[in-house]
């Protein structure tokens, strides 16, 4: 199943955090519990450089007891506050004239918005105090180089999109960006969750976010050295290659539809490899159309609660599958390094890795040797040819990837290179990632873009003040050269080091390559070239830019609006389901949405639907609990890891429970606006205000009250089940990626009797 969390990488790194930051402004995050390694160089940068730590949570989280700042703010109001900020910020004029005059095009809508918000209308809308906002846009003004960390607390939103939009605005208002110690660092989750965004667990793109579409297709056919003919019969139909798939947030509606009108038929068949069931919001829906499937396969190392919450008897599979520590390859980190790792066991009595069953899947499917054919490839000459019989794994599959993924620039990723690496881990700085002795000259893990063989990686994105050949860029050029008449390349002042061309300059086509590097190509070359540098097989385009100091995707202005998105500069919106409909009517969500990732979604409608804080009167926000992950099958099975949270259940400030008398320890019921309801232990906490409610998402088993131990087959119920928070997570999902609002929602509290 897809995933569609496409909420950015780290611009820098945790080493350049510890060495440079002097502030770590954390919004949405709790790294203390989801990234404790992580948190730990925040914790050395207050240390070494006296870096203050700002914590943005509607919890008072483990992060937030080690803040020198705690802000709460009220779910979903993120977009509200950071205008609140930047109010105060261009107000007094503290803003970076140059860096937005020179490098950012749209900031004066930017500029027009942030004045409607007064630190007394912030304050209204977030609940965090007039007082406390300007006190922290001074410090974050006075304060550099300053990083902004974010996670899950900002994308999971209907206005996700934006909060991610909003952030880096910011950073672009006070030129952060491209600046050891400053940049977005956006910790991303589980292992791998780069490296799976990157090869397109994704159902709106192809590996590298090649967008859909034909000319992308064809660059992967030949890539792939398939016929682009035998590509598209795959497909139900042709239209289909070029339309994107249901999202994991909502592909249940895939299958409950009867309506055939955005999609090729009702889903009957599900496939889950590595994706945890209850994870998702409407857990109940989900239930539904597992319920209603013709064919559930599983493909995975527990027995995973998909197969449980089901009452689904015939026709389900569970294929037993080996985990990390029983496979190879590559995988990426959060800050866009890749690491090797090696195989510590051979799979598991008859279990098989991951990519064994894949291969298996083609080889039944009949299409094993167009699967695997690229493996056999490479690129001589600047020409693709079939240079052997045999292919061997991981090691060729790393090496495909580093020949096709040119978006991201992966051409330095070679296995070799990777394993050279992994094996000199003791050769590289911590803090600067650069590596002594024989890795002299490059950067732990290759950050991307790694260009080629030959680059070092780049640990700080859009850095101009390093050349191209030492990871150093400006932004990327990949939305045209001009947007209402308004150029989109910087001009002289932003050149980036050593390079040949002064200024900004497009991104490099076989069109313009000619004209914009001032050289020649021979007639040969004019033949191999492919049509612009991310399509280009030959490697030509990157060769001369090499040459000249450029780097391949251009030197553009960074984009502050998005002219494509329904707001173009990020607006405050309120959630769906809201506490303050006073706030709904000023602030409405988004009008209803046709057909995206194939399904119509409800915004406007839902949200006016009724006041429903009237009935529902308690906010509701998830969180992570540091001995489970993800929805929990992993670590419920360990008996250890279980016994610290032998139970489902909710932070409950004692306040809010006693005014419905419960007390520590009772159990009490959780009613969603959507009609669901679970069934949870109130647990006192005064990390929590009286007015909302936090909730672990680590559980599964009970479905509304039902407790579904009988389903799991003999021997392997895990020792801690219980209900999923995502039973009574409120309908709503981001407007561009489809994320649903898990941190923004409302529900009804009653005391559970007996
Ligand atoms: N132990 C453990 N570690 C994990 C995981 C796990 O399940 N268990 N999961 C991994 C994964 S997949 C991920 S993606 C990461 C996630 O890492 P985090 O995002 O750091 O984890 P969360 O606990 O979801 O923290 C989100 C925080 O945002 C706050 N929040 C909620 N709504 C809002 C809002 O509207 N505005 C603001 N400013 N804050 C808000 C929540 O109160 C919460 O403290 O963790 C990873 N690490
Ligand atoms: N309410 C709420 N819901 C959330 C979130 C939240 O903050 N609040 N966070 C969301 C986020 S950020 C994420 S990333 C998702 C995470 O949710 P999921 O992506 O569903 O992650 P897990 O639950 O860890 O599921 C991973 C599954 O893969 C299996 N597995 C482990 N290793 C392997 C392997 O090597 N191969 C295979 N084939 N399988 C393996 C595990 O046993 C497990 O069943 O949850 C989302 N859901
Ligand atoms: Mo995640």
Request: with cysteine; aromatic share 10%.
């Amino acid at each position: 199943m897809a995933n569609t969390w496409g909420y950015g990488a780290m611009t820098n790194h945790f080493g350049d955090v510890v060495g440079h930051s002097k502030a770590i402004f954390m919004i949405g995050a709790n790294s203390a519990v989801s990234n404790p390694i992580g948190f730990k160089h925040f914790l050395q940068a207050k240390d070494r450089n006296n870096a203050k730590l700002i914590v943005v949570d509607p919890v008072f989280t483990k992060s937030a007891a080690k803040a020198d700042h705690y802000l709460r703010i009220r779910t979903g109001t993120d977009v509200a506050f950071i205008y609140g900020l930047l109010h105060i910020i261009f107000k007094n004029g503290w803003e970076d004239k140059s860096f937005i005059e020179n490098r950012v095009y749209g900031m004066d809508e930017v500029r027009e918005e942030a004045k409607k918000w007064t630190p007394e209308e912030t304050a209204n809308v977030t609940g965090v105090s007039a007082a406390q906002i300007i006190q922290i846009a001074t410090l974050l003004a006075k304060t550099k180089p300053m990083t902004v960390v974010w996670a899950l607390g900002i994308t999971q939103h209907s206005t996700g999109t934006s909060n991610t939009r909003i952030l880096p605005i910011l950073q672009l208002v006070l030129g952060n960006m491209g600046k050891k110690g400053g940049g977005c660092n956006i910790i991303r989750g589980h292992d791998n969750v780069q490296g799976s965004t990157d090869m397109c667990c994704l159902a709106d793109s192809l590996p590298g976010y090649y967008g859909l579409g034909e000319a992308s297709w064809k660059y992967y056919a030949k890539a792939w050295g398939l016929d682009y003919k035998w590509l598209q019969d795959r497909f139900y139909s042709p239209k289909w290659m070029n339309e994107k798939g249901f999202s994991l947030a909502k592909w249940w509606q895939g299958v409950l539809q009867e309506e055939k009108t955005y999609s090729s038929s009702p889903i009957k068949a599900l496939w889950v490899q590595g994706n945890g069931i209850t994870s998702m919001a409407q857990t109940a829906k989900v239930q539904e159309a597992l319920d209603k499937l013709d064919l559930l396969v599983i493909a995975e190392p527990f027995v995973n609660e998909a197969a449980v919450i089901t009452s689904k008897q015939d026709d389900v599979y569970i294929l037993p599958v080996g985990t990390q520590f029983e496979t190879e390859g590559s995988v990426t980190a959060t800050n866009r390094t890749s690491q090797w790792r090696t195989k510590v066991v051979d799979p598991l009595y008859e279990s098989k890795t991951d990519h064994d069953v894949m291969f298996e899947f083609a080889k039944k499917f009949g299409f094993y040797d167009e699967f695997t054919k690229a493996m056999k490839m490479k690129v001589v000459n600047g020409e693709l040819k079939e240079v052997k019989k045999e292919f061997t794994w991981p090691d060729d599959a790393a090496d495909e990837l580093a020949r096709i993924v040119k978006t991201i620039g992966l051409g330095g990723w070679t296995a070799k290179r990777l394993r050279e690496h992994q094996e000199n881990w003791n050769l590289f700085d911590p803090i600067s990632l650069e590596g002594h002795g024989k890795m002299k000259g490059q950067y732990y893990g290759l950050p991307w873009p790694s260009w080629t063989t030959k680059h070092p990686g780049s640990p700080i994105l859009y850095d101009v003040d390093t050349p191209v050949s030492k990871g150093g860029m400006g932004f990327r050029n990949r939305f045209g050269l001009e947007h209402n008449g308004v150029s989109q390349l910087p001009d002289e002042s932003v050149s980036v080091k050593g390079s040949k061309i002064k200024g900004g300059y497009p991104e490099i086509t076989k069109d313009n390559i000619e004209e914009v590097l001032g050289i020649k190509l021979t007639e040969d070359e004019k033949r191999k070239i492919g049509t612009n540098w991310k399509t280009d097989i030959s490697g030509i385009i990157q060769e001369k830019c090499d040459e000249a100091g450029v780097c391949v995707y251009g030197n553009a202005k960074a984009r502050a609006k998005v002219w494509t998105f329904p707001d173009q500069t990020p607006l405050h919106r309120e959630p769906i389901h809201s506490p303050r409909m006073d706030l709904v009517r000023k602030y409405p969500t988004y009008e209803d949405q046709k057909n995206n990732f194939r399904v119509d979604v409800r915004f406007k409608s839902e949200q006016m639907a009724q006041d429903w804080s009237k009935e529902f009167p308690t906010m509701l926000v998830t969180m992570r609990v540091v001995n489970l992950s993800g929805a929990g099958m992993l670590e419920r099975t360990s008996k250890y890891l279980s016994h610290i949270t032998p139970e489902m259940f909710a932070n409950i400030n004692p306040e809010l429970a006693q005014s419905h008398n419960i007390q520590d320890g009772d159990m009490m019921w959780l009613h969603s606006p959507q009609g669901t309801k679970i069934k949870v232990k109130a647990q006192y906490s005064t990390r929590v205000t009286p007015d909302r409610i936090a909730l672990p998402y680590n559980f599964a088993g009970h479905m509304q009250g039902v407790d579904m131990s009988a389903n799991y087959p003999e021997g392997t119920k895990p020792y801690a089940i219980g209900e999923s928070s995502n039973t009574i997570t409120n309908y709503g999902f981001d407007i561009i990626t489809q994320i649903p609002e898990f941190n923004a929602g409302l529900c009804k509290i009653v005391k559970a009797e007996g």
